[in-house]
Every structure is written in structure tokens, then in C-alpha cells.
């Protein structure tokens, strides 16, 4: 499936200042059953969303009319858990292109990548500035360059530079998966082939 490409984005955040959030927090395993990757954002953080009526929990951040935008900031230790793919499905699915945190579980993290979600790994330092500013102003904007690999804090003006696999930035940049790669590089490949060939 080709995702949509990621060159600059410009948007608010949505915080969630809690550590060690694991990928059945993030979609809970009873809604696992489908096999296509739509609709799971509707049940995104259900758990912590939705009380035991199904009433929304008002205080939790994705039902806070304050906080709206494209970037989730979580805290240290996002995605960890079992390797469910459902997680960054769901992430997406919901809206958010970026997800920035201390530190992302392996496993989460390149699940993301592959399915056009960005996990942008920043300091704990650089982290405490972003929930700062969030909560000095809900509609404070951050602007994410993954070209130059950069997250800003517009209205402060202080930067961060980030990582990324070199092949995965590649991807994101085009709107390529590792279909849509080999594709892009089928001449290279023939001619390769056309060399080598027996």
C-alpha cells in the first residue's frame, strides 16, 4: 500500500504525558479482527478514551477540544509490548503523521515507518520543552523538516535534529513502501540482472 508522502508538515500537538504506554493501550487486542489497515483509529487508546459506558473520559487528551493536530508527543518508552502492527495502524489511522518521545520500543518503531507514521526520538530535555510549550498553549505549532531531519518549537524558535534509516527517510519522502520501492528502482535492477545473468 503507497502512503502518502511526508516532505515538511506544520501543525499542533496533541500531549500524552504517560510513560511506558504499550501497544494494547494503543489498541486494545479485542479489536484485532479486521485485516485491513482503515477504521482502527476509532479505537485508538479505547480504554482510556471511552469509560465503562462509553461515555468519552473528558480529561483524556484525544477528547480535550484544546488539543487538536497532525504530531501525538508522548513520554519515555512509547510502543512497548507485544509487535502488533495494529498499533501504528491505528495511530495513523487516526490522523497523526508524527509521534515524538525520549525513546520508542524497536519493534513500534519500525512498525511506523512502514506505515507512514514518523517517530521522531528527541532527548528528554528537548521532550519536557515540547510539553512545555504545549501547555503554555494548546495551539502552539511545530514544524517537522524530514529532509533536514529537524522538529521545531516555532513559538520559541528552539530545534532539534533527529534520526532516521536512511532507506526509511527515502520511503517517507517519495510516499513509497518497499513495493513501491523495488518499482522505482527496476531499471537499476535490470540492468543489474541483465549483467549478471547466467
Not at 114 to 126: K, R, T, Y
Not at 139 to 146: C, G, P, Q
Request: charged share 25%; hydrophobic share 40%; with cysteine.
Amino acid at each position: 500500500m503507497s502512503i502518502p508522502k511526508f516532505i515538511k508538515l506544520t501543525t499542533t500537538a496533541v500531549p500524552l504525558p504517560i510513560e511506558n504506554v504499550d501497544t494494547d493501550q494503543i489498541i486494545p487486542a479485542r479489536f484485532l479482527k479486521a485485516v485491513e489497515r482503515k477504521g482502527f483509529g476509532d479505537n485508538l487508546f479505547r480504554d482510556w478514551r471511552y469509560d465503562e459506558q462509553n461515555v468519552p473520559v473528558g480529561s483524556f487528551p484525544l477528547n480535550d477540544s484544546r488539543f487538536s493536530g497532525e504530531i501525538l508527543v508522548a513520554a519515555k518508552n512509547f510502543g512497548c509490548g507485544s509487535s502488533r502492527e495494529h498499533a501504528a495502524w491505528a495511530i495513523f489511522d487516526y490522523g497523526f503523521r508524527v509521534v515524538v518521545s525520549s525513546f520508542f520500543a524497536d519493534i513500534f518503531k519500525n512498525n511506523a515507518l512502514n506505515n507512514g507514521l514518523l517517530p521522531i526520538q528527541v532527548s528528554e530535555e528537548f521532550l519536557r520543552k515540547v510539553f512545555a510549550a504545549i501547555e503554555a498553549d494548546p495551539a502552539a505549532r511545530f514544524e517537522v523538516d524530514l529532509q533536514n531531519q529537524t522538529l521545531t518549537i516555532l513559538s520559541t524558535g528552539e530545534q532539534t535534529s533527529f534520526e532516521i534509516d536512511g532507506y526509511k527517510k527515502e520511503c517517507l519522502l517519495n510516499g513509497y513502501d518497499d513495493v513501491d520501492y523495488l518499482m522505482s528502482i527496476r531499471p537499476e535492477i535490470e540492468a543489474y540482472e541483465s549483467v549478471h545473468r547466467a
